[in-house]
């Protein structure tokens, strides 16, 4: 009996260069599209929490702000000092703005004086001495009625002072994301 004939085995057409790059495109366009949905979405989402560095931070009453005679509030964990002067109030960011370092507040001497250089400045954080080239920087900040949301008062475009309005029921609140660069001096 004669043995049956082998059958040829289908054999697979190789991918062509042509086929191939069409398919890595097609790949490469897949993990864009993700990648680009994915920063959208990290985008959209809000860099800080409320009450963090870097959100709005809400510091308490306008009756609870420290009187003018009084040494600035220190909140060192959204990294300002909330000063109170004749002509309004400061939310002064706690880093010198000659390298870097935390400077303090001097009761005695009634103003800031910085530890690793020797820089000074006034409550209002305007430039006293020390090789500092500018005053402090100071964030934006708002007094909000908290019966109506209105906006009563908010530190100017210049970073000078916000004037605290007559409702010591209003909230003051600081946008620690919004820093304005004080001024040089000299
Ligand atoms: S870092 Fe403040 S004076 Fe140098």
Redesign the pocket.
């Known amino acids: 009996m004669a043995k049956p004939e082998p059958q040829p085995t289908e054999l697979k057409k190789p991918v062509n260069r042509r086929e191939f790059l069409t398919f890595a495109w097609l790949v490469s366009l897949g993990f864009l599209s993700v990648n680009v949905a994915g920063m959208t979405y990290l985008f959209s989402m809000p860099r800080f929490k409320e009450g963090e560095f870097g959100g709005v931070v809400t510091v308490g009453k306008v009756s609870e702000v420290p009187g003018v005679d009084a040494g600035p509030g220190n909140f060192p964990k959204v990294k300002f000092w909330l000063s109170n002067t004749e002509d309004g109030a400061f939310a002064l960011y706690k880093v ?6 935390l ?1 303090n507040w001097k009761d005695q001497e009634f103003k800031f004086v ?6 000074q400045f006034q409550k209002n954080g305007d430039y006293i001495q ?3 080239p500018r005053s402090l920087d100071r964030f934006v900040m708002q007094a909000v009625d908290p019966a109506t949301g209105d906006v009563l008062a908010q530190t100017p475009d210049d970073g000078g002072p916000m004037p605290l309005p007559d409702n010591p029921e209003a909230i003051i609140q600081v946008n620690t994301g919004s820093r304005i660069t004080g001024k040089a001096h000299g």
């Open positions: 010198c703005t000659h390298l870097g370092c400077f910085c530890p690793c250089h020797g820089s020390g090789p500092a």
